[in-house]
Structures are given as structure tokens and as C-alpha cells.
């Protein structure tokens, strides 16, 4: 059995209304898991000169008796991907902080942090909105800014953060990597689950290498898998305290009271479903969820989410992406202070011209990035022709994709140009490109061509292969 600690709510409640659960850090987008959600945290994390924050002086977070780090959020330490990019964020805020003090000597320490802070904070918001959801959603899901409303609620939608926002425990691979800047590994990978609430490990591989890896592969995609590492070791192994977080979502939206999946998608304008086939084409997963749940009227709002088809040029299906639009929408609406208020001019445009390669690159020594890091993809393309430098080009030759163990990772074959096209790779490393030939035709370039993505967003070219034809084949 799997124990379950029901979340805290507001105690004036749950007896003759509804129970309302608290929201323990702020719901803005206001850089909290760097600056904290209350006045007490973010005054430990002040270094009280020059407005910078703690930092210690292998250019990581400060940490506590324990040897765990120091941040806004106390989820910090839970995995040492999430912990690099707090500690990215509060170098940012210190790099910020020494360029207004120089550019300002006589402002005090109290003017330079709140300066930097917002800067920080604008650039927080400005890579999630115009870089991050995007991404995850398309590039039009979200209407334009048109200003602050003050008759908008901010506040948390129970869906989105008990269901929709947890889309993102989908996403997760199974292992951490580390890589350089050339984009090869520089040390073992290691399984998830050995990279939770483990500073030690953080410790000595630094956040470049990591930084690196996350902007150089590819995120699984939402759908119902869940990696072992959060089924069956969350925190540890199993009998051992491990939990198993799909378990645990699905009860803490009952915990929560969320209602069920058709239920929600009627609330928020969408029409209810009618059949399993109706959330999604995947003939298995239907008959799976029509096994467990029996009518589409009882299926959990997380589960119905993860489950459905999603829509053109969007990682999400229709629910979920309704749930966050609506939320992320309010979120930035809603806030007096949302960096479009605060900043113009060249300001606002520095600001929105700053991506999180930019924000990496100044802060680590990690220099060979693609200009948007939501996005890892390479191209590698070119011909098969009949003989060298020759414009004859050969169609139907497979050319195969091959990992640096040499396991098969895709196929193709040339087209009436002789062109073939690899543009799915999950992230970046050594390959190589192998021709595979009938008896009848033989190579007079090498078999096999190497080939190193660094980065993303490449398009390599220049790989081609000349063979030479039997004369009743030209």
C-alpha cells in the first residue's frame, strides 16, 4: 500500500463548502523558486552586498547543515537537473546585480537586488511566454497581450495544478546525461532515480554539463507512459519508501476533489466525449481505459488528459491544453506587475530579445547551443549519385542511421534525386550514416560516413556516396 499525506487546505472550509487546498508559493510568475514565496526565505538567500544572492564559490547554491542547497523553492534538491537551473537563475540575478552597481555606484544593496530581481523576473516571463509555450502548445495557442485587467482572477485553477501541470511527469526520461560542449558525453549517465535529492552528485559534475544535456535531447512525449524511475523508485526502492507518482496523482486528484474527466472538459466550454474512441485513435489505449474505468463518464481528469490525441502543432490534446491556455492566459492578464507593465522601450526589447541559450551561455562555460533550447533538432541530407562528382543520381539505395554503438536507429531510401533525409535524432552525439548496397553495385566512396551533432537546429550537408553501376543497370 502507498501511503498518502492529504494536501493542507483552509481549515474554514470543507464542512458546509467545498475543502479548498493552500497554495504554498506564490501562484505569480514572479522568479519565486529563486527569490522564495515569502519575505523570511528571501532575506537567508541575500548575500546583504552589492544586491547579489548567496552563492558559493564553486559558483553553486549555499547550502544547508545537511549538505542539501538553498533555494527559493524547497523542491530544489529534487533532482539535479532542476537544481541547475536554480542555480543558473540566481548566478543570472548576480550577473544583473554587478552590471547595475557598476553602472549605478550609488545605489544601496536594496536598490541593486530589487533592480536585478526584475530584471530576472522579466526574463523568466518572457522566455516562458515567448519561448516555452510555444513550444509545448504552438505558437498561436496563446492571444496577445492586451494589457493588465484587474477584473481577472489569477488565482490557481485546482485542474492545472493537480492534473493538467502534471502532464510534465510524462515527459521525463529514464536517465540524466552529461555532456560537453561538443555535444559528447563527459561523464556515466545515470538513472533518475539516483539523481534525486543527490547534491553530492551535483557537486562534482557541476550544472554546465547538464545544462548542456537538457538543451541537447529530447523530452518523451505526453501520452500515459511514465518512466520506471517515477513508477517504482520515486525516493526509493520499491518496498524500501519508493512511491509510485502515477498512483499518487491519480489519488491526490481524488484527494482534491477533482472532478471527473468528461465533467471538466463540459466546464471549461469543451463538449463532452461519447465513446473511448472519441479521446483517443490508439485502439489499445482505448480498450485499456474502457477496462479500467468502464464508461468514459469515470475516467480521472489526469489520466483522460495524458490519454488523448493531441492537436496539430501541439504536444498537448484538447483538455489539457485547455486547462493551461486558460491558466497561463490568466496568470499573465492578471498581474499588475507583468514585465510588459514594468518595462519599455530598449529595456523591454533586451528583454524579450534574451532567450535561455543566452541566459546558459553567460552564466556557464557551455557555449555551443542552439538559439531556441525547447527545440533539439538536427538534419543530416544528401545524394547517392553513380559515380563520383557525377550528376546521376540513384533512387531506392537504403541508407541507415546508426548510433555510436552501432545500433540501427532509422532507415531510408533515396528518392528520384538520390536524396536521402535523417532529421529524428533524440539528441546530440556521435552517428554515422551507412550505405547498404546490393552484389551488383559496389561503393567508390567509404561504406560508412561519420557524423557529430553538437547542437541543435543543424543541417548538415556534404554526406553523399558515389557508387559505381553495372552497365545494365545505367
Do not use: C
Not at 485553477?157 to 529514464?174: M, P, Q, V
Not at 545515470?190 to 548542456?212: M, W
Not at 466525449?273 to 479500467?292: P, R
Amino acid at each position: 500500500m502507498i501511503p498518502l499525506s492529504r494536501s493542507l487546505f483552509d481549515e474554514s472550509t470543507g464542512a458546509d463548502t467545498a475543502r479548498e487546498q493552500i497554495t504554498q508559493i506564490t501562484s505569480w510568475g514572479d522568479g519565486s523558486q529563486v527569490y522564495g514565496s515569502d519575505a523570511a526565505t528571501a532575506a537567508s538567500l541575500r548575500s546583504s552586498e552589492g544586491g547579489r544572492l548567496l552563492i558559493g564559490d564553486d559558483g553553486l547554491l549555499p547550502t544547508d547543515e545537511n549538505g542539501f542547497f538553498l533555494a527559493g523553492d524547497i523542491r530544489a534538491n529534487e533532482n539535479i537537473a532542476l537544481t541547475s537551473m536554480q542555480t543558473l537563475f540566481v548566478r543570472e540575478h548576480n550577473l544583473q546585480a554587478d552590471r547595475i552597481s557598476a553602472e549605478n555606484p550609488d545605489l544601496t544593496d536594496e536598490q541593486v537586488y530589487q533592480q536585478a530581481r526584475s530584471v530576472v523576473i522579466a526574463e523568466i516571463q518572457s522566455i516562458t511566454y515567448n519561448d516555452y509555450l510555444p513550444a509545448l502548445l504552438g505558437v498561436d495557442a496563446l492571444a496577445d497581450y492586451d494589457g493588465y485587467d484587474a477584473s481577472i482572477d489569477p488565482s490557481i485553477a485546482n485542474e492545472f495544478s493537480t492534473a493538467a501541470f502534471r502532464f510534465g511527469h510524462s515527459t521525463l526520461n529514464e536517465d540524466i546525461e552529461f555532456f560537453g560542449d561538443d555535444g559528447r558525453a563527459v561523464f556515466d549517465e545515470v538513472a533518475l532515480r539516483e539523481a534525486f535529492f543527490n547534491p553530492d552528485l551535483l557537486k562534482e559534475t557541476g550544472i554546465d554539463s547538464i545544462l548542456k544535456y537538457v538543451a541537447s535531447s529530447t523530452s518523451q512525449e505526453i501520452d500515459l507512459q511514465v518512466v520506471d524511475s517515477l513508477r517504482n523508485f520515486l525516493f526509493g526502492e520499491p518496498g524500501q519508501g519508493g512511491f509510485d507518482l502515477v498512483a499518487l496523482n491519480i489519488q491526490r486528484g481524488r484527494d482534491h476533489g477533482l472532478a471527473d474527466y468528461n465533467t471538466v472538459r463540459e466546464a471549461y466550454g469543451l463538449e463532452r466525449v461519447e465513446s473511448f474512441a472519441d479521446i483517443t485513435s490508439d485502439v489499445g489505449v482505448q480498450e485499456t481505459l474502457a477496462e479500467l474505468y468502464g464508461s468514459v463518464d469515470n475516467i480521472d481528469l489526469w489520466v483522460g488528459g495524458l490519454a488523448e490525441d493531441h492537436l496539430d502543432g501541439s504536444s498537448m490534446g484538447e483538455t489539457f491544453q485547455t486547462i493551461v491556455v486558460d491558466q497561463f492566459t490568466r496568470l499573465r492578464d492578471g498581474d499588475r506587475l507583468w514585465y510588459q507593465n514594468v518595462f519599455s522601450g530598449s529595456e523591454l526589447r533586451r528583454i524579450e530579445q534574451t532567450s535561455l541559450a543566452d541566459i546558459i551561455v553567460r552564466n556557464t562555460n557551455v557555449t555551443n547551443l542552439q538559439d531556441n533550447v525547447f527545440f533539439t533538432t538536427a538534419e543530416v541530407t544528401r545524394r547517392v549519385v553513380a559515380e563520383s562528382g557525377s550528376d546521376t543520381s540513384v533512387e531506392g539505395i537504403e541508407i541507415q542511421l546508426l548510433n555510436d554503438e552501432g545500433s540501427i536507429l532509422a532507415s531510408a531510401l533515396t528518392d528520384s534525386e538520390g536524396r536521402y533525409l535523417f532529421d529524428d535524432f533524440d539528441e546530440t552525439g556521435d552517428y554515422q550514416i551507412h550505405i547498404i548496397l546490393p552484389s551488383t553495385l559496389v561503393s567508390i566512396t567509404s561504406d560508412s560516413l561519420d557524423v557529430l551533432i553538437s547542437r541543435g537546429g543543424l543541417r548538415l550537408r556534404g554526406f553523399d556516396f558515389a557508387i559505381s553501376l553495372a552497365d545494365d543497370l545505367v
